[in-house]
């Protein structure tokens, strides 16, 4: 079979590798039918060594179950099912408690953590199965396809920044990046009740699409500027909420110059700095609280599917380009380049 590997920054392959199968009787095998590229791909794609051990890729995948293992209860051949990115056994008091990215049982736990397998490629054993995917009640050539894919990350993420924020119809929210994360969080805070979202993104044809998702204001500008256009949106105190989207310093330091006295920083960017101010001058001395994590998406797969399903909302228009797996290093180079916003990819 056909898989991504990276190698090295700008370094990625398409590659024969030995078949995924069924190795424990808690495994699925499954044949990827969709995948795509995540922004947080992007990371070990600018930095990664070309001396650390070549890495399977991708984390977020849809696909149809080809075989099980003895234990496995919940799917069955033949069933179309997506895949969180983290995995977990949906039992332990962990995942009972909503949060899967720490399930007890889980030892991989990411995707990413799995040296021999990866949803950019032609098929995925899955551990822990019957925790870890959930059947989808649509035909593998459904047009909802994009949209379902991003149950397995990108809106779950979003929704997560927004849930763990506390936003509500009470709340101004700004939302820092307008990548697939950044916008879906707009998304999820529109979904959420909020009545004022500001998005800060530099990309137009990104942030036309996030006031279709339901950003009221754009500030397009950076560092104090644009700081100073959100607290004059917001009467000069700030937003609630901050979702924090990117993972940079200089995102994290916009978001304490615009978070409102007594709220809330919510972060999901994968964060690509060790510390944080996080003392009496910063968030201390307002009475910021700071929250966010790993999103345990699969929490909120079935609270988020039905309005995928009646229409409600189509989360799949991150999605800006597509191709299939022979495609994918080009897929990298264009998302690295900032000429693609999400590729998805149709194996």
Request: charged content about 20%.
């Amino acid at each position: 079979m056909r898989a991504t590997i990276m190698y090295g920054a700008g370094d990625v392959r398409v590659e024969n590798v030995p078949d995924s199968v069924v190795k424990l009787p808690t495994d699925a095998l499954v044949r990827v039918t969709a995948s795509c590229i995540c922004g947080s791909d992007l990371w070990p794609y600018a930095s990664r060594s070309a001396h650390d051990t070549p890495a399977r890729m991708g984390h977020e995948f849809v696909g149809v179950v080809e075989a099980v293992g003895a234990d496995v209860t919940t799917v069955r051949p033949g069933d179309l099912v997506v895949a969180p990115f983290a995995i977990s056994d949906g039992t332990c008091e962990f995942c009972r408690e909503g949060l899967h990215t720490s399930c007890a049982h889980a030892q991989a736990g990411f995707w990413d953590g799995l040296s021999d397998e990866g949803g950019q490629a032609e098929a995925v054993r899955v551990p822990l199965a019957d925790g870890t995917l959930v059947r989808l009640p649509v035909p593998a050539d459904s047009a909802l396809m994009p949209s379902l894919l991003t149950l397995s990350d990108v809106l779950g993420t979003g929704y997560h920044a927004a849930v763990a924020g506390g936003v509500s119809e009470r709340t101004r929210v700004t939302v820092i990046g307008d990548g697939a994360v950044g916008l879906l969080a707009v998304l999820s805070a529109k979904l959420l009740g909020a009545e004022q979202i500001v998005l800060m993104g530099r990309h137009k044809a990104r942030t036309d699409l996030g006031r279709e998702f339901g950003a009221t204001d754009v500030v397009a500008t950076r560092g104090e500027e644009s700081i100073a256009a959100v607290r004059e949106l917001t009467g000069g105190h700030g937003t609630h909420v901050v979702l924090e989207a990117v993972g940079t310093m200089p995102a994290y330091e916009q978001a304490v110059g615009v978070v409102r006295p007594g709220g809330v920083i919510s972060r999901v960017g994968v964060p690509q700095y060790v510390e944080a101010p996080i003392g009496f001058g910063s968030l201390f001395r307002h009475n910021v609280r700071l929250a966010g994590g790993p999103a345990p998406v699969r929490a909120y797969i079935e609270r988020l599917m039905p309005a995928i399903l009646d229409g409600t909302i189509e989360p799949g228009k991150v999605f800006d380009a597509t191709t299939g797996l022979d495609g994918v290093p080009a897929g990298y180079r264009d998302m690295a380049g900032r000429t693609s916003l999400k590729v998805l990819i149709r194996s």
